[in-house]
Structures are given as structure tokens and as C-alpha cells.
């Protein structure tokens, strides 16, 4: 009979019941953090560019690297999408062709099926602008208002 080993003392574990996406070990967000939670496709969703991030030495998947590349990072989201040459490309037909003029626009990501990546077709991550007419809700910061009043009103 297999004897148990002890558990080291800085190890913890817990219950996960969330998405397998989540378990991936990785900066970058892929097409499989966007899957609908019924795996059905994909879901789009709104984000806001915080900072365009200047990237060496990057790795993904499959052990490929790249030595400098560029790479989104949004509003209150762990995961960074690295900057293939459309959404470089679309980007700068949505806002201009410096990267400082994109910080704090509210964009798309959607899922394209049939991407060409390294001679396979596989899903990919493309940026488009907000076809909804409200983007979504800023966060709140410290101080402000929690009650605001149209200017002319009476408080």
C-alpha cells in the first residue's frame, strides 16, 4: 500500500470550481478566457487600455518567444493581450498612430475562429470599437461624489 507523504508546511490547498481558463499559468489572454461559461463560443467583452506595455523577451505557449514585442494592458485585469500586427493595425485606425493616445479608450475584444497562426487555423483575439451605446462603468475613486448633481440643479 502506497504510504502518504506530508504535506510541506508553506504548501495550501483549496477547492477550485471556476473556469479551466484560470488555470493557466500565463500573462496573456487567449481566446480561452473569453469561452462563453456554457462552452458555447465566445463572449465579447468591454474593456479600457490602462497602459500599452513594451514587452522583451516574451514566451507563450508551446515554447515559442518573441524578442520585442508590444502588449495591452486593461483596467482591472491580470491577463495582458499581446499585440499581433491587426489589432497593432486596427488600433491605430481606431486612435491614432501613438500608443499614448489609446490609453483609457474602451474597446472590444471578440474571438475570431480561424486565425493563421505558426500554419494552423485556430481562435484568436481581435480588438474592435464599442458598438454598445454606453461603455461600461468607470470605478468610482476616492472622494468623488457618490451623489453628483447636473450642473444648474439645486442640491
Known amino acids: 500500500m502506497a504510504e502518504m507523504r506530508e504535506k510541506p508546511a508553506e504548501m495550501r490547498e ?6 479551466v481558463a484560470a488555470m493557466r499559468d500565463s500573462p496573456w489572454l487567449a481566446s480561452e478566457d473569453l469561452e462563453n461559461p456554457d462552452g458555447t463560443g465566445w463572449r465579447e467583452v468591454t474593456v479600457v487600455i490602462d497602459k500599452v506595455m513594451e514587452i522583451t523577451d516574451a514566451q507563450f505557449k508551446g515554447g515559442r518567444s518573441k524578442k520585442r514585442g508590444y502588449a495591452l494592458q486593461f483596467v482591472n485585469k491580470s491577463r ?6 491587426v489589432n497593432r493595425e486596427t488600433l491605430k485606425e481606431m486612435f491614432g498612430r501613438l500608443a499614448r493616445d489609446w490609453l483609457g479608450k474602451t474597446v472590444t475584444l471578440w474571438v475570431k475562429p480561424d486565425v493563421l497562426l505558426m500554419g494552423q487555423r485556430v481562435p484568436g483575439i481581435r ?6 451605446a454606453s461603455p461600461p462603468p468607470r470605478e468610482r475613486q476616492p472622494g468623488e461624489d457618490d451623489d453628483p448633481q447636473p450642473e444648474g440643479s439645486e442640491p
Open 14 to 19: 483549496k477547492p477550485y470550481t471556476g473556469p
Open 80 to 85: 495582458m493581450l499581446y499585440l499581433n500586427g
Open 127 to 132: 480588438v474592435k470599437q464599442v458598438t454598445s
